[in-house]
């Protein structure tokens, strides 16, 4: 096996990071496209240094009319590998995009959980880093999205199928196709790729090339930087969040209620946080950022305030010290 120095920038990032320590069992995620690939190849290779134990997972959406191809593509690729694999096949999943996240990332907490996977990687690229910032800031994202694709995050509830773990997110994709390229490894090319009518497939064949020739030659590193920084950023507000949310919320059957003078008192970026924490507890959907604000502005307003129905009938209103927060018909 040649040493490359993608090779030695991987381990040395592997060791620095510890991401995936020695002896782990780690499945590895596979499309079959031009990353899994360099990510199966990559891991294989440094296999022997860390002593892990490697297994192959590939996830059949059902949609296309290649799908059961790609699926045995992966499958021979396996067995070339003698790794153990593992396949699952969707039945009638709703074509979208985030569907097939959803679906997915379940499969690979359950395979992991039955099988004893510690970690789940995933191909993902400092360019998928980048163009998920430019999708989710264009989606009016707030630092959340923009800190797009963390390294290592739990799998399944509080972590108990495991860590997903992304060991290519500091390599682009144009390093990924010249390994593929020098290590003549079969790419399956995904024809949804080319779908135009897909937003992200926009952003990276027209949004991201222009922005390279007319802005910045290093654009997907630097907006993977930027999504880097964002990261340490949301984690340590979140922390402060969670710290004012337990301060300020009470919540029994019925009604959640909100402590208005420590919550005005809190910085604008905690007070917007711990709110969409509530919302997300009572509302049947995402809080939109005009449902925060309009429960934000509850901390200051007069006492008896009250706001027009949020999504589901539910209702908040202000109580003297307190702003409460319930499903019609009202609890007090
Ligand atoms: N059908 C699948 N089965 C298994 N893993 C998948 C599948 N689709 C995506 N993944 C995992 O998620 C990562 C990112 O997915 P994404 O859809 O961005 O990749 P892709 O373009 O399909 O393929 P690749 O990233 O391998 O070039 C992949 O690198 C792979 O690890």
């Known amino acids: 096996m040649p040493w490359t120095q993608l090779h030695a920038q991987i381990h ?3 060791k620095a990071k510890f991401l995936l320590p020695p002896d782990s069992s780690i499945l590895m995620a596979v499309s079959g496209g031009q990353d899994s690939l360099c990510m199966a190849q990559l891991l294989m290779d440094l296999q022997p240094k860390w002593n892990w134990r490697l297994g192959l997972l590939h996830c059949d959406h059902g949609w296309r009319d290649d799908s059961s191809d790609n699926a045995a593509h992966v499958a021979r ?16 999943l709703v074509p979208t995009e985030a569907a097939a996240r959803t679906w997915r990332y379940e499969k690979f907490a359950d395979i992991a959980q039955t099988h004893g996977y510690a970690y789940v990687v995933t191909g993902h690229t400092a360019t998928d880093r980048a163009e998920t910032v430019l999708f989710n800031l264009l989606r009016g994202s707030g630092a959340d999205g923009i800190q797009a694709l963390s390294w290592q995050r739990p799998l399944g509830a509080e972590g108990l199928a495991g860590l997903v773990t992304r060991p290519l997110l500091a390599i682009t994709r144009q390093q990924t196709g010249e390994f593929c390229q020098d290590r ?19 952003i990276r064949q027209e949004l991201m090339p222009y922005l390279r020739s007319h802005f910045n030659p290093s654009v997907e590193a630097t907006l993977a930087q930027t999504a880097e920084i964002f990261t340490a950023e949301v984690t340590y507000l979140e922390n402060q969040a969670a ?23 809190a910085p604008l970026a905690l007070q917007r946080r ?32 009250q706001t027009d129905p949020f999504p589901g009938g539910v209702i908040a209103y202000v109580d003297a010290d307190w702003i409460k927060i319930s499903k019609p018909p009202l609890v007090s």
């Open 12 to 14: 040395t990032l592997l």
């Open 274 to 305: 711990v709110v969409r924490r509530v919302l997300q507890a009572v509302l049947d959907q995402q809080p939109s950022f005009d449902h925060i604000e309009k429960l934000v502005c509850l901390a200051t307003a007069p006492n008896r305030s």
């Open 77 to 92: 690729l396996a067995q070339q590998w003698q790794l153990p694999f593992f396949l699952e096949t969707a039945v009638d």
């Open 184 to 202: 003549d490894l079969p790419i399956w090319q995904d024809a949804s790729n080319d779908d135009w009518r897909y937003r992200r497939n926009r």
């Open 243 to 265: 710290q004012l949310h337990s301060d300020v919320v009470e919540t029994s059957p019925g009604v959640c209620r909100i402590r208005r003078f420590p919550l005005r008192e």
